[in-house]
């Protein structure tokens, strides 16, 4: 079954203006049976924080949840599709995301930030420093350890623009790897990456997804999935990059998840 379950739209304000149906119809004709939305959640800022490009607004959550839903029935039978959110460990605002959870079908762990992504948060994704990835491995261990999220997104994302694949990236992947085995936690292949380095990103750093990592992962019996992390509606119509996906993380021999345990298919 081909599936993916890491789908954004408009609203996180930095995939563009397509819509939502735009999405549906795209993942139709790159053959996908399942299609998850999880858009960036928005957060209850305790401060007068106002985020950027970053996420969804929180005045734009119902829109979404309801739109999710209309097309879910809209498609029935053509196309299984699934509500979600991909979230951070934010733990000033769990109490919050374990109501949000009752009202999705599935959240993802993406940890971006830590702790918080107000007023100047460290950003995981441009981390050159071994105490930043030693941050993004707590707050992402703490939040696998929730039982909040049924994946861990882009695993070693802090690594993209690190220099080299060093001891402490190796670190890094081994505690990852080990708490996700045991916790019988999906780790994500994760497409966005593979469409930056085809568009000269991470030249002379690591990038992501990294290979090292997932001989890592395979070492320590890590089940993998594939997460196109649509942020354009090409990303699903186009499938080179997913079938590749496949191709390598077979030859690491990588038991490889296409439904998420506890979402049961549709009837088609």
Request: include cysteine; hydrophobic fraction near 40%; charged fraction near 20%.
């Amino acid at each position: 079954m081909q599936a993916n379950y890491h789908t954004h739209t408009y609203r996180c304000r930095h995939a563009g203006q397509w819509g939502d149906e735009e999405y549906v119809q795209a993942a139709l004709a790159g053959g996908y049976q399942v299609l998850g939305f999880s858009d960036h959640t928005p957060w209850p800022y305790h401060s007068d924080y106002v985020s950027g490009n970053e996420r969804m607004p929180m005045d734009a959550l119902e829109d979404y949840i309801a739109s999710v839903q209309a097309l879910r029935a809209q498609y029935r039978g053509r196309l299984t599709i699934y509500l979600g959110l991909e979230c951070e460990y934010f733990p000033d605002y769990l109490d919050w995301l374990r109501e949000m959870h009752g009202r999705m079908d599935y959240l993802i762990l993406g940890n971006h930030f830590y702790k918080t992504d107000e007023f100047g948060a460290p950003y995981f994704g441009v981390t050159t420093t071994a105490a930043d990835i030693y941050r993004y491995l707590e707050v992402t261990l703490a939040g696998m350890a929730t039982g909040l999220y049924r994946y861990l997104a882009h695993p070693e994302l802090p690594v993209a623009c690190y220099p080299a694949f060093d001891d402490v990236c190796r670190d890094l992947s081994r505690q990852i790897c080990r708490a996700a085995k045991q916790l019988s936690l999906p780790l994500e292949y994760n497409l966005m990456g593979v469409f930056k380095r085809g568009r000269g990103y991470y030249t002379d750093t690591v990038g992501y997804p990294a290979a090292e990592f997932w001989r890592i992962a395979a070492e320590e019996g890590c089940t993998a999935i594939i997460g196109v992390d649509a942020h354009r509606p090409a990303m699903l119509s186009d499938t080179a990059d997913f079938f590749a996906a496949q191709t390598f993380l077979k030859s690491l021999g990588m038991p490889l998840l296409e439904q998420l345990p506890g979402l049961e298919a549709e009837d088609a």
